[in-house]
Nanobody, 119 residues
Framework: QVQLVESGGGLVQAGGSLRLSCAASGSISSITAMGWYRQAPGKQRDLVATIASGGTTNYGDSVKGRFTISRDNAKNTVYLQMNSLKPEDTAVYYC?????????????WGQGTQVTVSS
């Protein structure tokens, strides 16, 4: 099992910045990737950014060049630095961890943190 605790959401004006954190605990040694997803009201949950255990990153098209995902392995924490925020970035942001235990892949989700960007 993996437990994820997110923090750092809040209200910010357009053009501002926020940094989200996701601390992982439990069976973290077998985590292969972590990432952030977001879900706005009435919409599906979409990819924001992921980072693999080797450091490879992947971003959703709408956040490329504005958001940066990083990880601190010593703290078992993943961060999402969000710059140049837009009202359309408003959503609940969820942290996800993927754990591989052959032959099964397990996905774990955090409880979500609200990000609201005002115009």
């Amino acid at each position: 099992q993996v437990q994820l605790v997110e923090s750092g959401g809040g209200l910010v004006q357009a053009g501002g910045s926020l940094r989200l954190s996701c601390a992982a605990s439990g069976s973290i040694s077998s985590i292969t990737a972590m990432g952030w997803y977001r879900q706005a009201p009435g919409k599906q949950r979409d990819l924001v950014a992921t980072i693999a255990s080797g450091g490879t990153t992947n971003y959703g098209d709408s956040v490329k060049g504005r958001f940066t995902i990083s990880r601190d392995n010593a703290k078992n924490t993943v961060y999402l630095q969000m710059n140049s925020l837009k009202p359309e970035d408003t959503a609940v942001y969820y942290c996800k961890a993927t754990r591989y235990s052959w032959p099964t892949v397990y996905d774990y989700w955090g409880q979500g943190t609200q990000v609201t960007v005002s115009s």
